[in-house]
């Protein structure tokens, strides 16, 4: 009887793996087949209100006739839904695109995204996972307002601890998920804990506000702002801001692409995945200031942000588990 049961078992997890392989080794052109009879696909995502998603989406539709439907969420809400689609087996969602994707991957509600065409592409900086694919890369460096003289303004991440910007430094909070809890952790790490101690020193002004952020700094609030997000120097052009590209490099967070487990619509998700990393969907984010993820376009950036695309990188922190030890760190740290 138990020898029955163990051949049992064994039969159906050859049957899974073998499943799993061909599921890994289908022939694009069948998946791309299937994904135009399913018809359509649904993108849940925590990029708000960004016009060059919208562009995407319609070239996607344009080139297989596949209708994308798109549902904006913050990253919280984005995050639960997905639990709760999972949970009573009531999926809607086919992709998710968002930042912190590690830890949707950390929560089970991702599914293996198998062989996709572009993604031999990548970059090393941008490896992804066989759950996850970094479709750009959101830079952060350091604002200024445009009169603090060139000779004082900070040139590094380092310069921030220095005494003299004490209560002048507009930050995003450390101790919160966001731009400002991952430079906490990444600045941690490559700068370590002394620089961190030092920076606290100076009482940085924490603000959830970072949109508004880089207008207090051209009002002239505060002198300083970090870290800043390079995209959001289109937002704020005429305003009287320079931006600084650390000496270091720039901090900076993935937005990944992913199928959601039990997608009503998998193939119409890996083929959207594989168009976010073609060359028209990667130049379009170029064209914002978002770091495109694969490699053969950087000829092809637009020359008022390719200094932006193209500086060196300091780090980004993608174990979930280490994030949350950094926010209560910081926690600690800034009170």
């Known amino acids: 009887m138990i020898s029955k049961v163990l051949k ?79 949970a009573t087996n009531r999926g809607v969602a086919d992709m998710s695109f968002s930042g912190g994707s590690v830890s949707l991957e950390a929560m089970g509600v991702l599914d293996k995204h198998g062989s996709i065409p572009n993604a031999t592409r990548l970059a090393p900086d941008f490896a992804g996972s066989e759950l996850r694919l970094p479709i750009f890369s959101q830079s952060m460096g350091i604002v200024v307002n445009a009169s603090v003289p060139k000779e004082k303004r900070p040139k590094s991440w380092a310069d921030l601890a220095d005494p003299a910007w004490k209560g002048k430094i507009l930050s995003d909070d450390f101790r919160s998920v966001g731009g400002g809890g991952l430079f906490f952790a990444v600045t941690y790490d490559k700068l370590g804990e002394d620089y961190q101690k030092r920076l606290a020193e100076n009482k940085p002004a924490f603000t959830r506000e970072i949109r508004d952020s880089p207008r207090r700094v051209a009002r002239g609030e505060y002198p300083i702002y970090i870290p800043f997000i390079l995209p959001d120097t289109l937002l704020n052009k005429g305003l009287p801001l320079e931006v600084i590209l650390p000496s270091e490099g720039l901090v900076y967070g993935n937005f990944d692409g992913a199928v959601v487990k039990n997608a009503p619509h998998p193939n119409a998700a890996r083929v959207l995945l594989n168009f976010f990393l073609s060359d028209k969907a990667q130049l379009i984010y170029a064209g914002s200031a978002r770091r495109p993820t694969v490699t053969g376009l950087e000829d092809r950036y637009p020359p008022n942000v390719k200094d932006f695309l ?26």
Request: glycine share 6%; proline share 3%; charged share 25%.
């Open 310 to 335: 193209q500086a060196p990188l300091l780090g980004t922190q993608e174990d979930a588990t280490a994030r949350a030890e950094m926010l209560k760190r910081a926690t600690e740290m800034y009170k």
């Open 8 to 86: 049992s078992f064994a039969l159906a997890s050859l049957a899974i793996g073998l499943a799993t392989v061909a599921h890994a080794q289908q022939p694009w052109e069948d998946v791309v087949k299937a994904a135009k009879k399913e018809g359509t696909v649904t993108l849940y995502t925590s990029q708000v209100g960004v016009p060059q998603l919208d562009e995407i989406l319609s070239a996607f539709t344009d080139e297989y006739g596949i209708k994308a439907l798109k549902l904006e969420l913050r990253g919280s809400e984005l995050f639960e839904k997905l639990r709760l689609e999972l």
